[in-house]
């Protein structure tokens, strides 16, 4: 038990002061690599012996980003932005940028602009997904990608390499859903911060180094009896479930998190790289694969039903929507997951997540609410 609390608090460190393992990664003389949300490739990052950096942005009220980013978009961004133009990423050797919507189109501008001594490396995934050169046009920027890490690193990533990073990433999101469903026996050691410090943390780290962790979390928590949650349990959806005063309100008011369909927390680990004949066209393919996400066009839209059947294996009481703010994508699905909820039967509450503004108070009124309803 002594040896699981350690383990948990150093993630929990980790989770709350992202500097913690840059500063490191810098002081051990390797070269660090920005990946901004959501599907960064950090397996090309890995391959390449460099460590793909999280950038998930945090609570801070932009003063500089202002200059070129306004405040109708998407806090994280703007909070990214803000830390750029701070200084706060200084010895960065470069950041990766998927360009999933407008707001990343704008932005890699602003970044190039406000942010001149750490370059952007863009990609864009293909959106019209059933076209037949969908998986070859991504491998291509894949490709893109691979040159400009070959050329900051100084060396070439092989197939080996390569397949290696993979087999790692692989092996790490299998560790990190098992996490997930082991956690809810053990409801009265992972709280609501918990979960979420084991699976942001992760974001921050070279990935055998948090694996190793997550094992060593697994390994206590299955040593210990199985506890009987008396409490509410919900599933998350949303981008990302932070700050951590919002999680701590869940805890105070009786709410375990059972499931999550986060943009920062699960979705990164639910969809392997699949098998191919070579290591980029592996990764278009998990492109190909991925479903139930907002920023992943889809003909018959998954993600409501995906989150109806996580609420019944799990026998969650609810859901609770962390809505980003001025995050186009997530605000048009809304609706549709709001109506799928309710005609299913599921209590579900709607949180407006914004970075740049202090909430604490309309969190505790809202699901204070939330749980007198269920």
């Not at 997904?129 to 291509?140: E, P, S």
Request: net charge negative; glycine share 8%; hydrophobic share 40%.
């Amino acid at each position: 038990m002594a040896n699981l609390n350690l383990t948990l608090e150093k993630l929990q460190n980790i989770a709350d002061d992202p500097k913690i393992m840059f500063n490191k990664y810098l002081g051990e003389g390797k070269k660090v690599i920005g990946c901004f949300p959501i599907y960064t490739p950090g397996e090309l990052v890995h391959a390449a012996g460099m460590i793909p950096y999280g950038l998930w942005g945090g609570q801070v009220n932009p003063a500089l980003a202002g200059q070129y980013a306004p405040v109708f978009i998407c806090s994280i961004m703007r909070s990214c932005l803000e830390y750029g133009m701070l200084g706060a990423f200084k010895g960065m050797s470069a950041v990766i940028m998927p360009i999933l919507c407008d707001t990343f189109r704008g932005m890699s501008g602003a970044w190039r602009v406000g942010v001149k001594d750490i370059p952007l490396i863009g990609f864009i995934q293909p959106q019209n997904r059933t076209n037949k050169d969908a998986k070859k046009y991504m491998a291509a920027e894949y490709e893109v990608v691979k040159e400009k890490l070959e050329a900051i690193a100084g060396i070439k990533i092989t197939e080996a390499a390569l397949a290696a990073s993979i087999n790692l990433y692989n092996e790490h999101s299998a560790c990190m859903m098992e996490f997930a469903q082991v956690a809810n026996d053990h409801l009265d050691i992972i709280t609501p911060k918990v979960r979420h410090a084991v699976m942001k943390s992760a974001l921050l780290m070279e990935k055998s180094e948090h694996l190793a962790l997550v094992k060593d979390v697994l390994a206590g928590l299955k040593e210990l009896p199985k506890h009987e949650w008396s409490g509410k349990k919900v599933v998350l959806t949303g981008i990302t479930a932070e700050p951590n005063e919002m999680l701590d309100i869940l805890a105070e008011n009786g709410i375990a998190v059972v499931g999550d369909d986060l943009a920062q927390e699960s979705r990164q680990y639910r969809t392997p790289v699949p098998t191919g004949s070579t290591g980029l066209e592996q990764l278009a393919q998990q492109w190909q694969d991925r479903t139930g996400c907002a920023t992943v066009y889809e003909v018959h839209n998954t993600r409501a039903e995906q989150i109806v059947q996580m609420v019944k294996s799990t026998n969650a009481d609810g859901v609770i929507v962390c809505l980003m703010s001025f995050c186009d994508v997530e605000e048009y699905e809304y609706p549709m997951l709001a109506n799928a909820f309710d005609k299913a039967g599921i209590r579900n509450l709607c949180i407006n997540i914004d970075q740049s503004s202090e909430g604490a108070g309309q969190y505790r009124t809202k699901v204070q609410s939330f749980v007198e309803t269920m």
